[in-house]
């Protein structure tokens, strides 16, 4: 699909509901712009939430994970390594 935009004095541009509609693109969301090479590209973006841990809440987890050594053992002998 290709269509004229016209850009207002504010350099805003209005996509055409057709390709909003067939993008999924809603009022309010996000746009990813990209210049390659001289060509703009558009495409709708997604939002992902992010969390942070701290360093303890780090810890306690890579404390849970760690095998025992038994384990370790089976672990390492089914990859074809050497356990440490």
């Keep these: 699909m290709r269509e004229n935009l ?46 942070t841990y701290s360093d303890a809440e780090i810890d306690r987890w890579q404390q849970q994970d760690q095998l025992e050594q038994g384990e370790r053992a089976a672990v390492t002998k089914r990859l074809g390594r050497t356990p440490r």
Excluded at 15 to 29: C, D, N
Aim: aromatic share 0%; net charge neutral.
């Design 6 to 51: 016209i850009v207002s004095d504010r350099g805003q541009i209005t996509l055409p509901a057709t390709m909003r509609k067939k993008l999924g693109i809603k009022p309010g969301g996000i746009i990813t712009v990209e210049d390659r090479d001289g060509e703009i590209v558009l495409r709708p973006a997604v939002v992902m939430e992010i969390d």
